[in-house]
């Protein structure tokens, strides 16, 4: 439900701002929680219409995800969903887009 009210609420941003969204990277943690959060997100990418440009999973007791986020900066997408626990957001995604 949380990912379908999510991508509800992407497209409606699009219309009030008039930059839709065409293009999503997916990057998430490869445990059971981020695998299914991916999973979810891919069938609503579908539904919505939107093309996934990047599918990137990691190691979650990773320290080091630049080579991922090397990899998700260089597909250009429009719009970037990120499934993480809160402490690999805080270590890994403090990268300059």
């Known amino acids: 439900m949380l990912s379908k009210?999510?991508?509800?609420?992407?497209r409606e941003i699009g219309k009030t701002t008039g930059k839709q969204v065409k293009t999503i990277g997916l990057?998430?943690?490869?445990?059971?929680?981020?695998?299914?959060m991916a999973k979810t997100h891919k069938?609503?990418?579908?539904?919505?219409?939107?093309e996934v440009v990047a599918d990137i999973a990691y190691p979650s007791?990773?320290?080091?995800?630049?080579?991922?986020?090397?990899?998700?900066?260089?597909a250009k997408p429009d719009f970037i969903i990120l499934t993480s626990y809160?402490?690999?957001?805080?270590?890994?995604?403090?990268?300059?887009?």
């Open 5 to 10: 009210q999510f991508f509800s609420f992407l």
């Open 86 to 97: 809160l402490s690999d957001a805080y270590t890994h995604y403090s990268y300059p887009l």
């Open 27 to 36: 990057m998430y943690e490869d445990t059971l929680f981020g695998q299914s």
């Open 61 to 74: 007791r990773t320290s080091d995800v630049t080579p991922q986020v090397s990899k998700l900066v260089s």
């Open 43 to 50: 069938k609503y990418v579908n539904d919505y219409g939107y």
